[in-house]
């Protein structure tokens, strides 16, 4: 991986591709908080298994959304073929689980591409991206080395932060999601 050093747009599927490559193939459990402005937020938990293309996303105050078996399932919007990486598009809290898939990276479709990749703490990656269209609109993406799995993302004016990684066994049924309001800022892991 190129680090501390400027990119161009071409350069931003390699990025990717590398970043991919950091996953092990497991089905993993995240949680976390998705902040929209300084006072609204909701906590959230993603059960995601890309081996077996499946992910279930249980928010704060909303109802569940998943993936299964070639089907997104939206309770405001009904049941809808699709891919497992276009199930994601919506949604920037389950894409955390699978970064390269992101629309960040460069590719035809993506509006931004990765402009710089550098080491931050002891095992995080951090990515900074550049508009296409306005090199001043920029946005940030921390990645775990350990496990290539996003633990923060600042874009739009919105964060998502993980606060919580675990593997989960195929067969695991989890309990209920519960939220336990933060009482602090959550202090970065790098």
Same mark, same amino acid.
């Given at each position: 991986?190129?680090? #501390?050093?400027? !990119?161009?747009? &071409? %350069?931003?599927?390699? /990025?990717?591709?590398?970043? *991919?490559?950091?996953?092990? =193939?497991?089905?993993?459990?995240?949680?976390?908080?998705?902040?929209?402005?300084?006072?609204?937020?909701?906590?959230?938990?993603?059960?995601?298994?890309?081996?077996?293309?499946?992910?279930?996303?249980?928010?704060?105050?909303?109802?569940?959304?998943?993936?299964? #078996?070639?089907? !997104?399932?939206? &309770? %405001?919007?009904?049941? /809808?073929?699709?891919?497992? *990486?276009?199930?994601?598009? =919506?949604?920037?809290?389950?894409?955390?689980?699978?970064?390269?898939?992101?629309?960040?990276?460069?590719?035809?479709?993506?509006?931004?591409?990765?402009?710089?990749?550098?080491?931050?703490?002891?095992?995080?990656?951090?990515?900074?991206?550049?508009?296409?269209? #306005?090199?001043?609109?920029?946005?940030?993406?921390?990645?775990?080395?350990?496990?290539?799995? *996003?633990?923060r993302s600042?874009?739009?004016?919105?964060?998502?932060?993980?606060?919580?990684?675990?593997?989960?066994?195929?067969?695991?049924?989890?309990?209920r999601a519960?939220?336990?309001?933060?009482?602090?800022?959550?202090?970065?892991?790098?």
């Open positions: 991986m190129r680090f #501390d050093e400027l !990119l161009t747009r &071409p %350069d931003g599927p390699a /990025i990717a591709e590398e970043l *991919a490559a950091l996953r092990r =193939p497991a089905r993993y459990v995240l949680e976390g908080i998705h902040q929209e402005s300084r006072q609204t937020y909701s906590q959230f938990r993603v059960d995601v298994d890309e081996a077996a293309q499946t992910w279930t996303l249980v928010r704060q105050r909303a109802k569940p959304v998943s993936y299964r #078996d070639g089907v !997104l399932h939206d &309770p %405001d919007d009904g049941p /809808i073929e699709v891919s497992f *990486a276009r199930s994601m598009v =919506p949604s920037p809290v389950v894409r955390m689980a699978v970064p390269d898939l992101m629309l960040r990276w460069g590719r035809a479709t993506d509006d931004v591409h990765p402009i710089l990749v550098q080491h931050v703490g002891h095992h995080s990656i951090l990515v900074t991206f550049e508009h296409g269209e #306005d090199p001043a609109f920029r946005s940030t993406l921390v990645i775990d080395e350990r496990d290539g799995i *996003a633990r600042y874009e739009y004016g919105e964060a998502t932060i993980i606060t919580s990684v675990r593997t989960a066994e195929p067969d695991e049924v989890l309990p519960r939220f336990v309001q933060p009482t602090d800022w959550i202090r970065p892991q790098y």
